[in-house]
């Protein structure tokens, strides 16, 4: 059995390690000459912690609480900062190394998934929200590598993300239409079944003509039932002026 690797896969990299002094905070800078420019992001700069627009933060902000004393119970406000470090990541789309802030919580995220192109190429909700402007930026640079480019020929769902049809607020516009959709084919089959309900018991009684059937009894207060009547009342009425209904064992009898 091989032994398990010390680290992940996507810590092998080709590129021998170089320090990087500036922390990049303009990844628009590798968007390819001839490349559309990115989309609007759609949740927006955060307003609350600005320094997570700066950086990989994974929707982590400051919180708020108190310091508690043990013997009088004194409470002291605090506040609790995430744990931002500085770190060189390899991006395999880019085929570069890339310093930036970012959450030990992401870091594991990262791990998890596979490297920092996969991280960035989530693509649910939940993952576009936690990204940020700068993951945002970052995205759409990877999306426009050639390496990307080509896993798209084959990866559909890659391919509608890179189209924009798997953007959150697409998706949920695009649900609404089909609610919408739903709600009107449902009433366009309750008037059919209620036109044609209408059309078999107008066959059976014209108030004009009179009863055409014989054997049913008080025709002309059925027949006033069509003004706005209910289906099960219609129903009931359409089976009386036929002249026939059904015992409990179905059995076709005549009234």
């Known amino acids: ?40 992001y759609p949740y927006g700069a955060a307003q609350f ?7 990989l933060y994974g929707g982590a902000t400051k919180m708020y609480g108190n310091n508690v004393s043990e013997k009088f119970t004194t ?17 395999r789309a880019l ?25 960035v190429l989530g693509r649910t909700s939940a993952r576009v929200k936690e990204l940020g402007p700068l993951g945002w930026d970052l995205r759409w640079v ?10 798209m020929q084959t990866d559909i769902g890659l391919r509608r993300l890179y189209e924009g049809t798997e953007d959150p607020n697409y998706v949920r ?14 009433e366009r089959i309750e008037e059919e079944e209620e036109s044609l309900e209408e059309g078999e018991y107008e066959e059976a009684y014209d108030p004009r003509e009179g009863p055409t059937l014989e054997g049913a ?20 009425a359409w089976q009386r002026i036929k002249g026939f209904a059904t015992d409990p064992l179905g059995r076709r009898r005549t009234a």
């Open 1 to 40: 059995m091989p032994a398990r690797p010390r680290y992940p896969a996507h810590y092998h990299v080709p590129e021998i390690y170089r320090p990087i002094k500036r922390v990049t905070t303009n990844f628009l800078a590798f968007l390819p000459k001839d490349a559309p420019p990115p989309p609007k």
């Open 49 to 55: 912690f600005k320094q997570s627009n700066r950086g």
């Open 75 to 91: 409470k002291t406000r605090r506040t609790w900062y995430p744990n931002v470090q500085t770190k060189h990541i390899y991006s």
């Open 95 to 119: 085929g570069r190394w890339i310093r930036l802030h970012i959450t030990t919580r992401t870091l594991r995220t990262i791990d998890k998934v596979g490297g920092l192109d996969e991280y």
């Open 142 to 151: 990877i999306l426009n590598t050639p390496s990307v480019l080509e896993r």
């Open 173 to 186: 516009e695009q649900r609404k239409l089909a609610r919408e959709e739903d709600a009107s084919e449902a």
């Open 217 to 236: 009894a008080d025709l002309d207060r059925q027949g006033h039932m069509l003004e706005q009547p209910k289906p099960p009342e219609r129903r009931s």
